[in-house]
Structures are given as structure tokens and as C-alpha cells.
């Protein structure tokens, strides 16, 4: 079980997606923060972990960015599976120290990323062993430059002959911008400037039904009534479908029909991949980040209230799921949630930022923000340990796996 890794009690963990040019999440970039500088952690115990999440023939792909020197040399002298890519900075990329661990890991079939820009020519020896380089927004002196075809001479006179990938993008512009100047992919949540950036209406018809599905479901209206609404969305009512069916779901009955799955479920699970199904129903690319950050949110929040009731962690999962809803609708929670029915808690976490939902979602927060102050400050005000928060992290990637 994931739990029973001892280094996740060492460590702390951050995620975020790894965006290629047609909006599609391709990776996830799993962010490794020592607890404390300097102590010895075991590479082998830290891939043992990864592989319950993305195990060997799997088909999710991960990029561990790890921020301990000696972990990851640790981690390149243990040789892992090559569905498993490795970040390497560029000052030990530049050394002469690395060349022969980088050219093993390499030969043995590994994809390593060069993460930086190098103040010094690479070895001609390692060059073959990037199939990107991760160029960081900010330190991107090719932003005013549109691509030339070949490589791009940086300042230092090395000739860029990697392709990149652009971190540091949160923003819909950022992202677009990032392509337009070659970039393979992007890493990052670009989901800061949805709503003025979508080029689409965000009131689709099927956001629009699914909405008043949730209204019918909190009024406990008839089935009957229910059937009409979804009957006019058949490929919704596909969608619903699939979900409920879904190993995620964990039934051991095929769900056949609507009003099968509402006598299975009951009102309020159904509620729960209703919410799922609207933050998951924009047909803009653009938007595609952003559902994927809000169903890993809800999958998150939940799994930090494990233990908990059973509807305080139904709860958790809609605020998650719903608080990028502001993205998608391209309107303000507080004008917002007046048309969607959300528990008075929920309200409270999204509309006002408080209330005793508040904590997970600043977890949420701190773990997509990738600074470790962040994290232990949110750690402290939910009260949890760091291994309880690492696993839950785990698990609701996996989670999401089985939706995706």
C-alpha cells in the first residue's frame, strides 16, 4: 500500500501537468522536496513508491523533478524504469563528474530532461541524452525571438539544439505564447487567466444541463424528471455512464441505464459525478489543464479527509472539483454558485475563503505551488503529518488515473 512507504515521511511532494501543443495533459511532473536538507534518503524506497502510482508497463508517464543532490544521484546510479523520466539540473549536466551516470542511463534506455539553462557547453557526450530541455518562463531570453528552424544561439554561445519545454507557465496566454515560440510542451497550471483568455462561451448546452441535473438531484426530484433532462444530452448521458462504470467507482454491477444508476447510488453519490462531469464538460482545448487540475483537487481533498464521514468527504471532493468553476463559466463564485446548488461549507471555502474546508483547499493550493514554505505552512493547518499528506497525493493521482 501506499502508506507503507517509509520516505514519504521524509519528503514532500508537488504536482502539476505536463501540456504538449494540443492542450493534452502527456505527463505529470512529481515534484521531491527533502524535509530536511542534507539527510539520506533512499532512492530505491522513493521509486518503490512511484511505481504504485505508475507502475512498469503502466500506461501514465511521470517526471520527477528531484530537489536533493544526493538523491538524485541516488536515483540515476539506480537505474529506474524508463517509463520513469528524470530532470537533471544543468550545472550537474555540465560536469564532467555525471557523464558517465548520465551516458548509462541513457544507453540503458532512460529519457532524461535537461532542467536550466547551462552557463557552459554540455559535454559532447551527454547532448544525445535530452530529449528536452526545461527552459523556466522567466529565464526564457528567447521571448521576444520567434523560432528560426534550427537551434537558437543562446547569450553563452551554445547552440540550443534540444527541444524545450517551458516551465513557469500559469496563464493561458503564457502557454500560447510559450508554442508559438517553439515549445514542445509546457509544465505548469496555466489556469490564472481562463477567464479572459477562453476563446470559447463557457455556457455550453451540456454545462447548462448537467447543472440543472445537480438542481433536480439536490431537490430530489423524480426520476422521471431527471431522465428528461439527461435524454436531451445523449452524449452526456454516455459520459455519465462511463464514469459511473469506471474502475474508479469500484461497483461490481455494470450500470445499465440512468435510472439504474440512480437506484444503485442514491441522490447524493450521483451528485458526486455530477459534479465530477461539470467540471469536466468544456470542449475549449484551452480548458483541458484546467479539468484536469479540478478533478485531481476533489480527488485530493477527499483523500486528505480519509477517516472522515462519508460526507464531509463528499463535500471535499465537489469544493475541489467546482473551485475552478469560475474558469469555465467565466463568472465569479459568489454570482456563480446562485444557480448551482453547493453545500453551505462549500460556499464558504469558495465564495469566501473560509470555513472548515478552507485548509484542504490550501493544501490543494500549496502542493499545485511547488514552494515548500507553502506546503508546511498548509500542513500545519490541517494538522496532518507529511506522510499522510504524500499519500494522499498518491492515491488521488492514481484515482485520476482510472478516469483519464
Known sequence: ??????????????????????????????????????????????????????PLGGTGQVWLNVLSEGLLQGLMAAQPATHVFIEIPSFMASSEEHIEAITTLHANGNTLLLKGRPLKELPREVLPAFKYSIIDLDDDRRLDQMPSGA?????????????????????????????????AAV?????????????????????????????????????????????????????????????????SV???????????????RLKRWLALLLATASKDPNMRPVMFAAVRRGLLMEELSK??????????????????????????????????????????ALVDGTGPYEPYFRMVKAIEGHTLDEIREACDGLMMAPQDINAAVLRAISSASQLD
Not at 537551434?151 to 510559450?178: A, K
Not at 455556457?203 to 447543472?211: E, G, R
Not at 435510472?259 to 442514491?266: E, S
Open 1 to 54: 500500500m501506499i502508506e507503507d512507504h517509509p520516505i514519504l515521511g521524509q519528503i514532500a511532494l508537488a504536482y502539476s501537468p505536463v501540456i504538449d501543443r494540443n492542450r493534452t495533459v502527456i505527463a505529470t511532473r512529481l515534484t521531491v522536496f527533502p524535509l530536511q536538507q542534507g539527510s539520506v534518503l533512499d532512492a530505491a524506497a522513493l521509486l518503490a513508491a512511484v511505481a504504485e502510482v505508475w
Open 151 to 183: 537551434g537558437t544561439m543562446s547569450s553563452s554561445g551554445v547552440m540550443r539544439t534540444i527541444s524545450h519545454v517551458q516551465s513557469g507557465v500559469t496563464n493561458v496566454t503564457d502557454m500560447e505564447n510559450s508554442f508559438r515560440r517553439g515549445a
Open 187 to 251: 509544465l505548469g497550471w496555466p489556469i490564472d487567466d481562463v477567464i479572459e483568455s477562453g476563446a470559447r462561451n463557457a455556457d455550453q448546452p451540456s454545462l447548462q444541463a448537467i447543472v440543472q441535473l445537480i438542481d433536480q438531484v439536490h431537490k430530489e426530484a423524480d426520476i422521471e424528471a431527471l431522465e428528461g433532462t439527461l435524454k436531451r444530452d445523449p452524449p452526456l448521458a454516455y459520459k455519465l455512464l462511463r464514469y459511473i462504470n469506471s474502475p474508479a467507482f469500484g461497483l
Open 254 to 268: 455494470e450500470i445499465s441505464s440512468f435510472r439504474h444508476a440512480i437506484m444503485v447510488l442514491g441522490y447524493q
Open 307 to 348: 477517516g472522515s464521514s462519508d460526507e464531509m468527504r463528499s463535500e471535499l471532493f465537489i469544493c475541489g472539483v467546482f473551485s475552478l468553476l469560475d474558469r469555465m463559466f467565466k463568472r465569479p463564485f459568489a454570482e456563480l454558485l446562485k444557480t448551482i446548488p453547493v453545500p453551505e461549507r462549500v460556499f464558504q
